[in-house]
Structure formats: structure tokens, C-alpha cells
């Protein structure tokens, strides 16, 4: 399925077709399908080899996993200590001319495409003698242990190609929070009290960004495994990524509206857990909330 037909005798094909329900109309297949995901948890089998389309995904889903871990753990410590250094400098030394070069850098790793950083990232590897040592393709063989550090060693590189442009949007976001921050009265007694600037920048102005950093970072995961596609497939990493470009140039229907799903409930849940996090990180806003919710129902009983 998927393939060219042409070579494929008419009665073969009028049997694939009844076997997997495609010669009936499209609502009745709609039908079939919802029947059998909401009864049976049941979501279709791959046009490729017959498995379950679970199955299928479920063998991809640690490797995706890994990936965007590592790339969430990568973004967001480089990406914070990268936007605290900008403000630091900005702060310090009243000079915009020796922050530029900072700011430069996260515009432009921001802006280019990530398929293009990883060709890059790809071509460094190659030509300096010393990161030889490093994979750049695939994953573990089948007679290599899965150890961390096995595991880490063919996954540096796409998890690092997929950080770096997130890091740069991390850093911009926490330097455009802190310039707000910094120009508040607290930050002047602060320094009046003794405190260096790197101490208040540290202390006070880093924790009243948390609550905004801890939002983008429930929403940050869903944007990693989108931008994970076009990554597993340069490096050739075993992935949900990859078996999606898999599935569209075979056009393997049932496996790419499941990762269709699961892409979309990952971004609902994602917002959620954002939501959840706000409240844990600021009691303030989960008081809000409560006080907001107390109000509604006073207004609904009178």
C-alpha cells in the first residue's frame, strides 16, 4: 500500500482494499475506526507490514523520548544562563555595544532553519579530527550495550541540534523579561543594600521570571517533538519523527493520523501541565484563581 500499483494484479488489490476496510465509503470507515479506538482502544493496522499501529509507534516512542529530553535539559540550562549573562553584561556595564554580540548570536541561531543547523552541525563533525569519535547517524546496533553513555553518544547530536535553536529563543525570552524586571525599585535597594550585580540578577531577578520561564517550558515540549521530524530524519534517528516522514511518503494513513493525535493531545496536555506549573510556582496566581472561581458561583446563586 502506498507503493506503486500499477504492477498489482486488480483482484490482489480489490482484497487488500476489503481487508483493511477501504473499499467501503469514507463515513462508514470513519465509523469503523471510532468504534473500534473508543471500544477496543483499537487505532488501525500499519499498511506496511500489518502491526497494530500502537505497536508501530510504541517501538519509536523511547527514542523520541530520549531526544527531546535531552534537548528540553540542553535549551533551557544553556538558554537561561545565556539570557542572565546578556542581562548581567546589559546591567553591569550600561553598554549595549558589548551585549550585541550575545544578542546577535541567539537572533541568528533563532532564525535559521533547524534542518539547516544540523547539515552544519553535520559538516563541524566531519572536519574537526577530534569530535571523530562522535556517531553521526542512527542509534545503537543490536551488539552494543544500552548503557547512558552509549545511549548519550549517538544522541548528542540531534539533541543538540534541536536545543540550539530552542536555547536561543530561551535566552531572548528571559533577557526581554529581565529588562523589565531590572528598572524596578527593588533592584535599586538591592544594590543599595551591597549586593554585586550579578547577585541581583541571580537572586531577585531570576525569581520573579521563574513563573514565565516555567509557562514556556510545559510548552516547549511540544514544539521540541514537532521540531524533532525534520532532525530524526537528517540524523537518522529511530524516532516517532522519523516514522512520520516514513508514513507520508508511504502514505501509511492509519500510522500518521495516530501521530496526528497524539501531536495534538500532547499540545492540550502541554498547556495543562503549563497551567498546573504557574500555580505551583506562584501561589499568588492558584489564589487568583480560587478567588475568581469563588466569585463565579456567588454570581451564579443570586
Keep these: 500500500m502506498g507503493g506503486n500499483t500499477r504492477d498489482i494484479d486488480p483482484r490482489e488489490l480489490a482484497a487488500i482494499r476489503s481487508e483493511f476496510g477501504l473499499d467501503q465509503p469514507i463515513p462508514k470507515q470513519y465509523a469503523s475506526w471510532l468504534k473500534g479506538f473508543i471500544g477496543q482502544g483499537e487505532l488501525g493496522r500499519s499498511y506496511q507490514d500489518n502491526r497494530k499501529v500502537m505497536v508501530v509507534i510504541g517501538e519509536r516512542i523511547p527514542a523520541t523520548i530520549t531526544l527531546v529530553g535531552i534537548a528540553l535539559i540542553l535549551s533551557f540550562a544553556n538558554g537561561i544562563f545565556w539570557g542572565l549573562v546578556m542581562i548581567t553584561v546589559r546591567f553591569k556595564f550600561r553598554s549595549r555595544l558589548l551585549e550585541a554580540p550575545f544578542v546577535g548570536t541567539a537572533l541568528l541561531l533563532h532564525s535559521v532553519p533547524a534542518f539547516f543547523l544540523g547539515l552544519l552541525v553535520i559538516y563541524g563533525v566531519t572536519i574537526i579530527p577530534a569530535f571523530h569519535s562522535i556517531p553521526l547517524f542512527g542509534a545503537l546496533r543490536a551488539d552494543e550495550a544500552a548503557t547512558p553513555a552509549n545511549l548519550l553518544k549517538f544522541a548528542i547530536l540531534p539533541a543538540l541540534t534541536l536545543a540550539l535553536s530552542r536555547s536561543a529563543k530561551v535566552a531572548l525570552f528571559v533577557r526581554s523579561l529581565a529588562l523589565d524586571e531590572i528598572t524596578r525599585g527593588y533592584v535599586t535597594t538591592a544594590l543599595a543594600k551591597g549586593l554585586s550585580y550579578s547577585q541581583v540578577v541571580v537572586r531577585h531577578v531570576a525569581r520573579n521570571c521563574l513563573v514565565p520561564i516555567v509557562n514556556l517550558l510545559a510548552l516547549s515540549l511540544p514544539s521540541l517533538i514537532g521540531g524533532s521530524v525534520l532532525i530524526e530524519t537528517i540524523f537518522a534517528w529511530p524516532g516517532t519523527g522519523r516514522l512520520a516522514v516514513e508514513a507520508t511518503f508511504g502514505r501509511n494513513f492509519p500510522v500518521m493520523t495516530t501521530l496526528v ?38 454570581a451564579r446563586s443570586i
Aim: net charge negative; glycine share 6%; proline share 3%.
Design 261 to 298: 493525535m497524539i501531536y495534538g493531545t500532547m499540545v492540550v496536555l502541554s498547556n495543562l501541565v503549563a497551567d498546573l506549573l504557574q500555580g505551583l510556582a506562584d501561589p499568588r496566581i492558584a489564589e487568583s484563581i480560587a478567588n475568581n472561581q469563588t466569585t463565579m458561583t456567588r
